[in-house]
């Protein structure tokens, strides 16, 4: 599930279940970014990629990052977690994939509200 493709000393670049990704070792934490394959990034798709972040409870450790021509979905985790539950590390890795192919194919594409359930208030 996981390739370091290459490392050096607090950074990598990684593959995740095919994913391009970065990560980067911070005070006691590791944070994870997954490149985000979004053909078309106008201010309609980061304002409801960001809306649905910032309604999401469960995303209070996660961010968006604009590097160059692509987009960064990142999350931290604490590195005692990692160590302690691996279990559960593989389970936010696994969530941070899922919400970030829904931020994708969510928004890259012309939806409406109706269609798409990110980011609509129920």
């Given at each position: 599930?996981?390739?370091?493709?290459?490392?050096?000393?607090?950074?990598?670049?990684?593959?995740?279940?095919?994913?391009p990704?970065?990560?980067?070792?911070?005070?006691?934490?590791?944070?994870?970014?997954?490149?985000?394959?979004v053909?078309?990034?106008?201010?309609?798709?980061?304002?409801?990629?960001?809306?649905?972040?910032?309604?999401?409870p469960?995303?209070?450790?996660?961010?968006?990052?604009?590097?160059?021509?692509?987009?960064?979905?990142?999350?931290?985790y604490?590195?005692?977690?990692?160590?302690?539950r691996?279990?559960?590390?593989?389970?936010?890795?696994?969530?941070?994939l899922?919400?970030?192919?829904?931020l994708v194919?969510?928004?890259?594409?012309?939806?409406?509200?109706?269609?798409?359930?990110?980011?609509?208030?129920?």
């Open positions: 599930m996981v390739v370091v493709v290459s490392a050096s000393r607090n950074r990598a670049e990684l593959e995740i279940a095919g994913v990704a970065q990560a980067v070792m911070i005070e006691g934490s590791i944070c994870i970014g997954l490149e985000l394959d053909a078309q990034t106008g201010s309609e798709w980061l304002m409801q990629a960001s809306l649905s972040l910032a309604a999401s469960d995303a209070l450790d996660d961010a968006l990052q604009c590097e160059g021509e692509k987009w960064l979905f990142w999350r931290r604490a590195e005692e977690q990692i160590d302690a691996p279990a559960a590390f593989k389970e936010r890795l696994e969530g941070q899922a919400l970030s192919r829904g194919h969510g928004f890259s594409q012309r939806e409406s509200a109706e269609v798409s359930g990110i980011g609509r208030l129920v």
